[in-house]
């Protein structure tokens, strides 16, 4: 059926390439021109606008570019007119940019430079409109000429309007000399015991090699089926988030349901059992221990997400929110073979768990948080005397993204031999195979079958000691 078209008054386009962006020229030489007039004010604007065509006019973007790198690794902003001039001719750009004359008439236009921050924030603003703007006819684009499938599109915005939101903190280029000092400052509050440098505590003796869960790395927490490797991750999880500094956490459980997750959280750290629970073994004091530990977890920042075989689009698009609306320091992820590859439809397992792995990497980077993910290993790794990396199930590509591979072993048999109410715990031991910044070893620990709980195996008692 043929529709009638008005062809009186088409409807108007949504946008044309044609109009002018969003910019205020005036702003840009008055922030031009304090940071020749101070160097508190060049220092404001250098580390708020170094980033990609923050400056509408090329000129403009020319002079603040020729200022930052004359100050890279500086720790202070002073800018002299007469070697900026000097640089810019070398360059062969100064006639570009107007020449002597232009840089003498940005000074001359601004009477003073306390004016800075309001400056420098009317550029940015314009500059991020930009952007935004450029992001949106992509996304227009996109939508009517692409091949993609809509998630794969939605990711892609997704991640382009995240970029945009962090668009100040670009990083400069920095000279050896300055990095040096913040080497031997690192070094120093390492040997100090600084929380800041630390990382993110697990609460495990592994901190010692690890130095804690670190800003854009990628932990692998690998063991056979019914090692503990959910155990661990979950008692890893709540000493963040109920540490002595509570911290948000986010949660992807794709094999258990978010409840039974926190019924979890709640019977480790009061070692009460669900057997207990159901055979009606808990005394009124337990039961005050109980409510005492669900108001602990009520009030903490935990997110959970239990979507059964998530696909790394939509899981990476949660994790943004989770980072963006509870503002979370660390993802889990329970377990990375669950999780569905956006790949062609006859790519090999191989291929499709190594898009995952550089997916999760690529988000620890983005998100600038530590994501801890679990993942299986094979057969073979019941084979040997102890498993290995070589025994990552499916891709060596896990081993080659992650920053830590922490390997889970012990002997299952001897849980099997244990009686329901047996409260003795079972030794096990946590590999370090590989750091990327760190020592490589062994931690021992001791896992509690009943209340699924592990704890460092220096903290336990000689009476509560495995036989």
């Known amino acids: 059926m043929d529709y009638p078209q008005n062809t009186q008054n088409p409807a108007p386009p949504l946008f044309t390439i044609a109009r ?116 949106c006819t992509d996304a227009i684009t996109r939508c009517y000429d692409t091949d993609d499938d809509v998630a794969a599109v939605l990711d892609g915005v997704e991640q382009n309007i995240f970029e945009i939101a962090h668009m100040s903190e670009a990083k400069e280029l920095e000279t050896i000399d300055r990095l040096t000092k913040q080497a031997v400052k690192y070094l120093e509050s390492l040997i100090k015991g600084d929380s800041e440098v630390l990382g993110l505590r ?16 990628l932990f692998v927490l690998a063991a056979r089926p019914s090692i503990g490797k959910t155990a661990l991750m979950l008692n890893i999880a709540t000493n963040i988030a109920l540490g002595t500094e509570p911290t948000p956490i986010g949660i992807f459980s794709l094999e258990m349901p978010s409840l039974q997750l926190a019924i979890r959280m709640i019977t480790s750290l009061t070692r009460i059992s669900v057997s207990d629970f159901r055979n009606h073994r808990v005394q009124a004091a337990q ?17 959970v997400d239990d979507t059964g075989a998530i696909d790394i689009l939509e899981l990476r698009a949660k994790a943004r929110r989770m980072k963006n609306q509870y ?37 620890a980077k983005e998100l600038n948080i530590p994501v801890v993910v679990l993942a299986q290993l094979n057969r073979q790794a019941e084979q040997g ?83």
Request: hydrophobic share 40%; aromatic share 6%.
């Open 20 to 135: 002018e962006k969003p910019n205020n020229q005036e702003a840009e030489v008055a922030v031009l021109g304090s940071m020749l007039l101070s160097p508190e004010a060049a220092s404001t604007a250098l580390s708020t606008l170094k980033f990609e065509n923050a400056f509408y006019r090329p000129a403009h973007q020319t002079i603040f570019d020729a200022i930052l790198e004359l100050n890279a690794g500086k720790s202070d902003a002073a800018i002299n007119p007469i070697v900026l001039a000097d640089f810019l001719e070398r360059q062969g750009r100064l006639a570009e940019v107007g020449g002597r004359a232009y840089l003498t008439q940005l000074m001359d236009r601004v009477p003073t430079a306390a004016n800075i921050e309001h400056y420098v924030e009317i550029v940015r603003q314009n500059a991020v409109l930009r952007r935004v703007i450029a992001t």
């Open 287 to 303: 039961w005050a221990d109980v409510m005492e530990v669900a108001n602990r977890v009520h009030d903490s920042k935990i997110i």
């Open 327 to 363: 503002g979370v320091q660390a993802i889990f992820i329970d377990y990375l073979q669950l999780i569905k590859a956006h790949t062609k439809a006859n790519a090999s397992r191989e291929n499709e768990v190594a898009m995952i792995s550089g997916s999760l990497k690529a988000m």
């Open 385 to 467: 005397e102890k498993p290995k990396l070589a025994n990552l199930r499916e891709s060596g590509a896990i081993e080659q993204d992650a920053d830590v591979v922490a390997i889970l072993h012990r002997d299952r048999d001897k849980q099997y031999d244990q009686k329901e109410d047996d409260t003795k715990p079972l030794p096990a031991e946590l590999i370090i195979a590989k750091n990327r910044n760190g020592s490589c070893g062994t931690v021992n620990l001791h896992f509690f079958p009943r209340y699924t709980r592990f704890e460092n195996a220096t903290e336990l008692g000689e009476e509560t000691m495995p036989q």
């Open 202 to 217: 697990t609460g495990f003796d592994f901190d010692r090699m690890i130095t804690g869960l670190k800003p854009g790395e």
